[in-house]
């Protein structure tokens, strides 16, 4: 990876550059029995298209905030990334009264109504597909995101001192995010061509960093696993082994 890479959007860049077909994200849901597999290019290309709609349709802004109020899932990665690369802050659980735009999943919408702003909906159904009916007050994420550019480019630079991350209460600026995500990745000893598997929420600094940044950090990939606790410890043994897995944390 490039040393100097100093936002996640650079990250997502340099992976790109360096091996766009390997896998990137890979993602299961326990209780659907769902799995999706994303290369750096097709998630790059999810990435572009949300930040084409964040800083186009939705008007968003360097600085802005916007509250993610989504379960760890391949989206809510893309959308983190997205946020990164206009330069929006990603405030992950937080309120959404006082952010500029909210971005919620299907069980959490009576909350995101409390956003006077942009409100975006996501109803994480399998291949990324669209709500029967889009819930009054939202935009569908699905109905508006596959129409986007495939190519982003920001109106501004995105300044890596800003911040650019909320979790847990605490604010990262986008360096930050970064040298936080190599530490925690030599910590664990995740480098080149690991496989992380997760199982662990993304409304902690550990989660999102086990579950997306540090692998992508060093050039690796997450097995982002959600409702993991039904998988029962055989199948996570069998699941460990078909998917290559380096690292698991849950």
């Known amino acids: 990876m490039n040393a100097n890479d100093r936002t996640p959007a650079d990250l997502l860049r340099s992976a790109l550059a360096s091996d766009p077909g390997r896998p990137l994200v890979t993602f299961y ?3 659907t029995g769902e799995r999706v597999e994303l290369s750096v290019a097709t998630f790059a290309n999810w990435v572009a298209k949300t930040a084409n709609l964040l800083q186009g349709d939705l008007s968003a802004e360097p600085g802005d905030r916007a509250v993610l109020l989504l379960p760890a899932h391949w989206q809510t990665a893309v959308w983190l990334l997205a946020c990164s690369s206009v330069g929006v802050v990603a405030d992950v659980g937080g309120d959404p009264a006082s952010a500029d735009l909210v971005v919620s999943g299907p069980d959490t919408l ?14 994480l159904r399998p291949l990324g597909g669209r709500f029967p009916q889009t819930p009054d007050g939202f935009a ?3 109905v508006e995101v596959p129409g986007q550019g495939d190519q982003f ?7 890596p001192d800003e911040p650019a991350l909320v979790v847990g209460g605490e604010e990262l600026t986008g360096a930050e995010v970064v040298e936080r995500a190599r530490a925690d990745a030599a910590r664990l000893g ?3 061509g690991s496989r992380v598997l997760s199982g662990q929420s993304y409304e902690t600094w550990e989660g999102l960093s086990n579950g997306l940044y540090g692998a992508l950090a060093v050039g690796g990939s997450v097995v982002l696993c959600r409702h993991l606790e039904r998988l029962g410890e055989e199948g996570l043994a069998k699941r460990v082994v078909e998917e290559r897995v380096s690292l698991t944390v849950r």
Not at 110 to 123: K, P, T
Not at 153 to 159: L, S, T
């Open 153 to 159: 480019a920001p109106y501004a630079p995105v300044d």
């Open 110 to 123: 009576d909350a995101a109504r409390a956003c006077s702003g942009e409100r975006v909906a996501l109803a």
């Open 29 to 31: 849901d326990d209780a």
């Open 140 to 142: 569908d994420y699905a």
């Open 190 to 192: 995740v480098e080149s």
